[in-house]
């Protein structure tokens, strides 16, 4: 499946963004989807994911209370408030296809498909 983020942009710190996720599957329910980051000479860190029915989610705990994953039928957000400069990468979504409603991939490695990424600026 084909995926594409957006909503990236330049934001001053302690704002907003939504980034969106959609695929060029009609059945996008059918895969759980996660969001990874990978800021200037770093590795790529996991940031949160969500199973295909929304059932169970997570979120990296450097995020938890300021970013949110949720889905509807055809695309997966990551609302991010409270914004900090540390938050600057250049942000992906992930999608795999699974047969468990509450299931989520652990590794980025078992996640199949990638899109080409949206860059997120937080200014100090």
């Known amino acids: 499946v084909q995926l594409q983020a957006s909503g990236g942009g330049l934001v001053q710190a302690g704002g907003s963004l939504r980034l969106s996720c959609t695929a060029s599957?009609?059945?996008?329910?059918?895969?759980?989807v996660a969001w990874f980051r990978q800021a200037p000479g770093r590795e790529r860190e996991f940031v949160a994911a969500?199973?295909?029915?929304?059932?169970n989610i997570k979120h990296v705990d450097s995020v938890k209370g300021r970013f949110t994953i949720s889905r509807d039928k055809n695309t997966v957000y990551l609302q991010m408030n409270n914004l900090k400069s540390e938050d600057t990468a250049v942000y992906y979504c992930a999608a795999e296809e699974v047969g468990n409603n509450g299931y989520i991939p652990k590794e980025s490695a078992d996640f199949d498909s990638w899109g080409p990424g949206t860059l997120v600026t937080v200014s100090s």
């Open positions: 599957t009609c059945t996008f329910t059918d895969y759980a």
């Open positions: 969500i199973s295909r029915t929304g059932r």
